[in-house]
C-alpha cells in the first residue's frame, strides 16, 4: 500500500508519517528530508525560499526511493498538479491520500517554535498559501485516478493526532 500524507506545512504530516512508518515498519519517503541532507549550496540556499524545485527532478527523485517498494509512506509529495499527473503518468500507484487539516494560524506557531531557515513567518505563509492554491486539484487529479482520501484533525498532542490518522486509516482500509 502507497500512502501520500499532505497537508500545509507544519501541519503535523511528517510526524504522523514518521510514527507510522515506524510502527509499520514501512519506508518513510520525506522529498523536504532528502533535500535538506543535501550538501549542494545551491539546494541550501532554495529551501530557505518558499520556491519549489523542479517538477521532473521532484519526481525523478521519489521514483528512486520507490524502486521495489511496495508498502511506503511518503511525505508531503506532491506538491502541485504537476507532480499529481507525473505520479499518475510514470505508473506510481497512490492507495491513500491523508490530509492533515490544521488551521493556518496554528502551524505557523509551531513552525516558529521548530526554527529551521525555512521556518520564518513570510515563507509559513508564502507555502500555504501555495499549498492552499493547488490542494483541491492534486486531490481531485488523484481520487479521479484511484486513490482514496481521508481527512484527519491534526490538532491536538501529537499521540491524540496519531491515534485519530491510525483509526481513520484503518477504518478506510476496512471498507475495501
Known amino acids: 500500500m502507497r500512502i501520500i500524507f499532505l497537508g500545509g506545512p507544519g501541519s503535523g504530516k511528517s510526524t504522523?508519517?514518521?510514527?507510522?512508518?515506524?510502527?509499520?515498519?514501512?519506508?518513510?519517503?520525506?522529498?523536504?528530508?532528502?533535500?535538506?541532507?543535501?550538501?549542494?549550496?545551491?539546494?541550501?540556499?532554495?529551501l530557505k525560499t518558499a520556491e519549489l524545485f523542479d517538477d521532473e527532478m521532484v519526481t525523478g527523485l521519489l521514483l528512486s526511493q520507490l524502486t521495489g517498494v511496495e508498502n511506503v509512506i511518503i511525505d508531503g509529495y506532491p506538491r502541485n498538479l504537476r507532480q499529481a499527473e507525473l505520479t499518475v503518468e510514470r505508473d506510481m500507484r497512490i492507495d491513500l491520500i491523508v490530509e492533515m487539516d490544521v488551521p493556518v494560524e496554528e502551524t505557523v506557531n509551531r513552525l516558529v517554535l521548530r526554527g529551521r531557515?525555512?521556518?520564518?513567518?513570510?515563507?509559513?505563509?508564502?507555502?500555504?498559501?501555495?499549498?492552499?492554491?493547488?490542494?483541491?486539484?492534486?486531490?481531485?487529479?488523484?481520487?479521479?485516478?484511484?486513490?482514496?482520501?481521508?481527512?484527519?484533525?491534526?490538532?491536538?498532542?501529537p499521540d491524540e493526532v496519531y491515534k485519530r490518522a491510525v483509526n481513520a486509516i484503518v477504518e478506510e482500509i476496512n471498507r475495501k
Open 117 to 157: 531557515d525555512q521556518d520564518s513567518r513570510e515563507i509559513i505563509e508564502q507555502r500555504w498559501q501555495m499549498f492552499m492554491a493547488t490542494e483541491t486539484e492534486i486531490i481531485a487529479y488523484l481520487t479521479g485516478n484511484g486513490a482514496k482520501i481521508i481527512k484527519v484533525d491534526g490538532v491536538g498532542e
Open 16 to 46: 504522523v508519517g514518521k510514527r507510522l512508518a515506524a510502527d509499520l515498519k514501512w519506508p518513510w519517503i520525506s522529498i523536504g528530508d532528502i533535500l535538506r541532507q543535501s550538501s549542494e549550496e545551491w539546494v541550501k540556499e532554495k
